[in-house]
């Protein structure tokens, strides 16, 4: 019997998915690991984490938690280090983590405001230049995917941080493209 062809093949490579214990994220960490690459699953809830390992895992999938919270330089380094040691490499980073405080702008606090940047652009920034530093010393090229939202563009009502903090993203993205083409990273 042949094994089937896949139409888009990643075997052997490793990608990083911030915010992939859930949601969007765990459904990009099911399809790259269908695609044969191994899954490094980085998340603030361990016990997220540990179901969707299982969940990857049971799919045949080669995946790996780690409990990284986004917003913090230290911990995205320790994230790094710890998915280098566990896979030796990493090809992609998928800035995913994100969230947002629906409400009307004249309620909400500017500590919730200060959140949905920190995790949605700052956690974007820490990771990528983490992936950054990394794939550069490498010198095989990679890719560097960031998660933005049609709310980037037509704004979103009722959750103003989350949208600004998206638009960010698109241009932190479009930035990094011309910046690190030159090394071969995506």
């Not at 566990?86 to 947002?100: E, H, P, Q, R, S």
């Not at 820490?126 to 980037?152: K, M, N, P, Q």
């Amino acid at each position: 019997m042949t094994t089937p062809s896949r139409p888009f093949d990643l075997t052997d490579r490793v990608v990083v998915v911030t915010g992939g214990n859930g949601g969007i994220g765990l459904g990009m960490a099911h399809a790259l690991g269908h695609a044969g690459a191994k899954i490094a699953v980085w998340g603030r809830n361990t016990d997220k984490n540990s179901a969707a390992v299982t969940d990857l895992t049971d799919a045949d999938i080669d995946a790996y938690a780690l409990e990284v919270d986004v917003t913090s330089e230290i911990s995205v380094e320790n994230g790094f280090v710890n998915t280098l040691a566990a896979f030796g490499k990493v090809d992609c980073l998928i800035a995913n983590a994100g969230m947002g405080f629906p409400g009307p702008v004249h309620t909400l606090s500017f500590d919730d405001w200060h959140r949905a940047i920190a995790v949605n652009l700052d956690g974007a920034f820490l990771c990528f230049r983490a992936a950054s530093r990394y794939l550069i010393d490498r010198g095989e090229g990679g890719s560097l995917i960031g998660v933005s939202s049609t709310s980037a563009i037509h704004g979103a009502p009722g959750n103003q941080g989350y949208s600004a903090s998206k638009a960010g993203v698109l241009s932190l993205v479009r930035g990094l493209s011309v910046e690190l083409a030159r090394h071969k990273i995506r």
